[in-house]
């Protein structure tokens, strides 16, 4: 029997999933990182991005993630974000529409503060459109 680590996905709004997972990999500030039972602590940010789940048995979910905090302890990972949502759940034709709205943003800048907004905005619908992306990619195989 494989090793297992419990793993907690919380969003402002709710929790998104609870149960253990046998490996982890979240878009960490400096990269992606690989979580496995018994990892060292660590408590680093995270970029907008795509966590994956390696359940017990090799199947695996898909969730993004608008950024937010990683803590990892030994035998438990908590994912804490401001907006996370299953990949599936990712509506396609909003991340399109947002990404166009801060492309466009970033083109009419008129202050700093307005530029790095487009930009987090920008970086947060390009995630959820490469989370939808991905998800389309490994459900073909």
Known sequence: ????????????????????????????????????????????????????????GGKEEFFYVSGGILEIQPHVVTVLSDTALRAKDVDEAAAVSAKEKAEQALANKTSEFEYARAKAELAQASAQLAAIQRLRQRTKR
């Open 1 to 56: 029997m494989a090793m297992t680590i419990h793993l907690d996905i919380v969003s402002a709004e709710s929790e998104i999933f609870s149960g253990t997972a046998e490996m982890v990999f979240a878009p960490a500030l400096m990269g992606e990182l690989g979580i496995t039972p018994r990892h060292l602590p660590l408590i680093t940010r995270m970029r907008p991005g795509e966590v994956r789940v390696r359940l017990p």
